[in-house]
């Protein structure tokens, strides 16, 4: 198997520098395992013990003797795998860790975890580990690591200020005409199918689709399953659908409530699991009375391509809304990679009159505009 290389190691090697428990969050099958078992033991170039709780004998054999499990582990690197699914192991994991800190650095063990749930992760760490663990996100690939480039630097030339664009359109003049048709292929791929690393490794679209179906039936059967919010999960899947259809859109509850026959309340849960298992996210309106961010409605987008046509099915959203869902992945993916991460909304005026996204930093704003066109004009 082809391992594609991550750009959130640097992000990773850096936190660990000053932690010594981390934890990797993100959606199911964004290669979180593949990064514990195979990029970030290469990047530190010492040995490790990998746990993985998904195998119901190790969860059974920690959850009878956690603290013995987790001292019998060799190496200066320990990674647990899906670790919200062994609640108990939290507490012994604090004593050790405290243990741990009080060693020399060189002698001191580093424990990195993994969780696809970030309900149950955050609940687990805010209990036990609250104020010894870095919280690092992973994400499905980024166009430039589909394409297996460097770190992205337009969003990172435009939010410097320096003539962005112009340089990207020189960038991509000077590449060779089969390099510029690989990377053209590249990013209607992404834009297509999305970024999950299972939907890369199959070639032909029948297998992409059917990977993509089986995703979302195990994230229905399996994610939503363990939170254990939802009574109806018939009713939570349409309402994941008509949620997805709003991407890029101004979420409003009551109107998605009607539409679904329930109370405003059980939608607002239904958001709250989707936004914490990583299936979609919200974006505040900028305000500069701080307060007011939370209270007017949020834009809700549905960030992976493929994902969203496995979840709408016959249903679609414009082109447009697609594109901007898109662009919204993009930049998320870029921010977790900043040293310092920038504020991100969108701005709306009480005219109607709108800004699809806002990057702020301090006195620093940059507005960005999303055109689903070959044309930048306004």
């Not at 690939?141 to 435009?158: D, T, V, Y």
Request: aromatic share 8%; charged share 30%.
């Amino acid at each position: 198997m082809q391992i594609i290389p991550r750009h959130i190691i640097k992000v990773v090697l850096s936190r660990l520098e000053n932690e010594s428990v981390l934890a990797l969050t993100g959606a199911r099958q964004t290669g979180k395992t593949t990064f514990c078992r195979d990029i970030l033991p290469q990047s530190l170039q010492i040995p490790f013990s990998y746990i993985s709780f998904d195998d119901p004998d190790e969860r059974l054999r920690t959850q009878s003797s956690a603290v013995s499990v987790l001292e019998g582990l060799e190496g200066p690197l320990i990674l647990l795998d899906e670790v919200q699914k062994v609640p108990d192991l939290f507490d012994p994991l604090k004593l050790i860790v405290d243990r741990e800190n009080r060693k020399a650095a060189e002698r001191r063990k580093t424990f990195v975890l993994t969780g696809s749930s970030q309900l149950l992760l955050l609940r687990n760490i805010r209990e036990s580990l609250a104020g010894r663990v870095a919280l690092v996100n992973l994400h499905p690939f980024s166009l430039a690591e589909a394409a297996e480039c460097g770190p992205p630097r337009l969003f990172s030339e435009i939010w410097a200020g320096k003539d962005a664009l112009n340089k990207a359109r020189e960038r991509f003049r000077r590449m060779s005409a089969e390099r510029s048709r690989a990377l053209v292929r590249v990013r209607d791929e992404h834009q297509k199918w999305g970024g999950y690393p299972s939907v890369w490794q199959r070639k032909d679209s029948a297998a992409k689709i059917s990977w993509l179906r089986d995703y979302r039936k195990t994230y229905l059967e399996r994610d939503v399953a363990d939170v254990g919010q939802v009574a109806d999960i018939d009713t939570f899947a349409l309402a994941q659908k008509l949620l997805c259809a709003r991407t890029a859109g101004i979420l409003s509850l009551s109107e998605v409530a009607r539409d679904l026959g329930l109370s405003v309340n059980t939608v607002k849960r239904y958001v709250s699991l989707l936004t914490l298992s990583f299936q979609c996210h919200l974006l505040r309106p900028y305000y500069e009375n701080v307060g007011k961010r939370f209270i007017r409605s949020p834009k809700i987008y549905f960030p992976d391509p493929g994902i969203n046509d496995a979840v709408l099915g016959e249903m679609a959203v414009s082109s447009g809304a697609a594109y901007e869902s898109w662009v919204f992945s993009e930049i998320i993916k870029w921010k977790d990679l900043q040293p310092r991460d920038p504020g991100f909304f969108f701005y709306r005026t009480s005219a109607g009159l709108e800004v699809d996204f806002l990057l702020k930093e301090r006195d620093k704003l940059l507005p960005l505009e999303v055109k689903f066109s070959a044309n930048a004009d306004s």
